[in-house]
Each structure stands twice: as structure tokens, then as C-alpha cells.
């Protein structure tokens, strides 16, 4: 009985309509497994297409656009009125700091951000670098700060007015000690004073020898008054490192398209590097620095260019 309507249900005609339907379905997914397959064999291709065509200045040109791309590098954070509270503070004098960035190349336009409040994103560019870091700079050097007032800035030997990030400072309205961790423009209660010391201890730049919790040149302080703001605003450890890795690099960008070359060479991208690996005293370090320079020497294509202390 089973078996007869077996036989009966096979004797059935099948409706156009669904005929139709298997095929159509069928077709389709074999044609989504084909381009699915024919997608991985041209990735494959372009990898290997790459590895066999780049040459040493072709990929200097790939790493310099990893780590400095043409669009900048925005950060979560915005300027808010930070900048209208370095001028009324007389951290900065705004004619002095105008005329220390003559031109829209390194950051004219970002004037604006000394007037006001602005939700505008801050961004670090070739552009802007030269701003970002006097901006910062200032910031650094004014906000109170357990880094300023016990770390070795004070305790170092060294009169506190004498470091190039004191006695360097040109641009404000007021003596530069009488500014010096002067004023709570982010307040900062003891937990984030020692996050802030704590990340300080791990960042390096390439220009000294010294970490952040000792600020000693204009991109240490520099870097001090980005942690500071960024503690402040809640950001995560990690997104702390790499955003100042980014600021490092716009800083110093001869020495971070040298890092990227350095971890190439091992097979590690850029975009894989750890932030806090990369900004700590064996890479970021000026004897870091050096290491690396050496380690990546013989390749052609690596140009030197910027990363100043100076106003």
C-alpha cells in the first residue's frame, strides 16, 4: 500500500513553476560558489602579484601611507574650548602662537580652535602637526599634574625652567613658571593622576631618552597634555597608545616609517603593530630609534625628513 503511493506521488506531473524554481536556485548557488572561489584565487593572485613587483622604494611609498595617511588621523576626542582656555589662562598668546604657524601647510587654519568651543574631531595631519603639538604642548605645561609637580621635572637636579619644554616655550602671555602645572583646566582626580603617570612611564618619542612622566622637550609635554585629556574624557589604555603613536608619528615621521620598515622585515603590518610596544623605550626611544635606524639602514627609498623641538 506504502509502496503503491510511493509510485503515485513520482507518476505526478510537477508544476512548470517549480521546475523553474530548482533550476533558478540551483543556478544561483552555484553561481555565488564560483564567484566565492574565483574572489579568493584574485586575492591570491594580488598578493602574490605584490610580493613579486614591489621594489624596496615602492614599498617605503606602501608604509609611508600606512602610517601617515594623506587624510590625517582623527581621533574620539573633540577640541571642545580647551583652546580658549589656554589663552585665558596665559598659557598662550594668541598673536605669538599665529605667528608661529605662518601658513595653512603646518596648521594656520586651525586657529580656530584657540576661540570658542568646537565639536570638531581632533585630527593630526602632515598639515597640522606643527599645531597639534605647540596646542598640546601648552596644555601640558599648564595643567596640574602630579607628573609636573613630583616627578623628576622637579626632582631631576636640573632647575624646572631650564628644560627645553620650559625655557622653550615663547608663545605665552605670562613668565613660563608662573604657567608650569599652574591651573586645573582638566580636573584630574588622584586615580587618573596615576593613569596618567602610568601611561606617561610607557611612552617614549625618539628625539631623548626620556619617557612622558619626565616631559622634558616640547613632544613629551606634548604627550602629557594629550593623556591628560584623554584620561579625562574616559578613553580606553589601548586607544591612548595608539592615538599618541599616531601623534608620534606625524612628529617624528622618519623614524616611524623606519619602524614600520623594521617590523615589515619580521613580517608584522603597521596596522598589526602593539601601540604600546611600539612607543615603548626599546623602539621610541632616541638609543630605540638608533636600533632601528641601523637594523633598516640598507634600504633604498628611506629619506630623511622633519621632527623638530623647537616652537
Known amino acids: 500500500m506504502q509502496k503503491s503511493k510511493f509510485k503515485n506521488i513520482l507518476l505526478k506531473a510537477v508544476p512548470l513553476w517549480m521546475v523553474l524554481l530548482i533550476v533558478l536556485n540551483s543556478t544561483l548557488a552555484m553561481g555565488i560558489a564560483q564567484y566565492y572561489l574565483m574572489r579568493q ?9 605584490a610580493k613579486t613587483t614591489k621594489n624596496p622604494e615602492e614599498l617605503i611609498q606602501i608604509l609611508k ?109 605670562k613668565p613660563v613658571m608662573e604657567i608650569y ?3 586645573e583646566l582638566i580636573p584630574l582626580n588622584s586615580f587618573q593622576q ?3 603617570k602610568k601611561i606617561a612611564d610607557n611612552v617614549f618619542r625618539p628625539c631623548c631618552g626620556n619617557a612622558t612622566s ?54 608584522v603590518k603597521w596596522k598589526n603593530v602593539d601601540p604600546k610596544v611600539a612607543l615603548g623605550r626599546d623602539y621610541s626611544s632616541v638609543q630605540g630609534a638608533a636600533r632601528i635606524k641601523q637594523a633598516v639602514q640598507s634600504v633604498p627609498g628611506l629619506q630623511s625628513q622633519g621632527g623638530g623641538c623647537g616652537v
Open 41 to 49: 584565487e584574485l586575492n591570491r593572485n594580488i598578493q602574490a602579484l
Open 65 to 173: 601611507q600606512q602610517v601617515l595617511p594623506q587624510n590625517g588621523y582623527k581621533t574620539s576626542l573633540k577640541w571642545k574650548d580647551l583652546g580658549q582656555k589656554l589663552v585665558e589662562a596665559g598659557v598662550i598668546d594668541k598673536a605669538k602662537f599665529e605667528a608661529s604657524v605662518v601658513s595653512d601647510a603646518d596648521g594656520k587654519d586651525n586657529m580656530k580652535y584657540l576661540e570658542g568651543s568646537s565639536e570638531d574631531y581632533i585630527t593630526i595631519s602632515e598639515k597640522n602637526s606643527h599645531f597639534v603639538v605647540n596646542f598640546f604642548w601648552a596644555l601640558g605645561l599648564v595643567n596640574k599634574s602630579k607628573v609636573l609637580d613630583e616627578g623628576p621635572m622637579k626632582t631631576g637636579g636640573t632647575p624646572t625652567e631650564n628644560f627645553a619644554s620650559t625655557g622653550g616655550w615663547t608663545i605665552g602671555a
Open 181 to 183: 602645572s599652574s591651573q
Open 194 to 196: 596615576d593613569l596618567v
Open 214 to 267: 619626565f616631559p622634558d622637550c616640547n613632544h613629551g609635554m606634548a604627550a602629557l597634555g594629550y593623556i591628560q585629556w584623554a584620561v579625562f574624557n574616559g578613553l580606553p589604555e589601548d586607544q591612548i597608545y595608539k592615538d599618541l603613536l599616531a601623534f608620534n608619528s606625524f612628529w617624528f615621521p622618519q623614524n616611524y616609517i623606519e619602524m614600520a620598515a623594521y617590523f615589515d622585515k619580521t613580517n
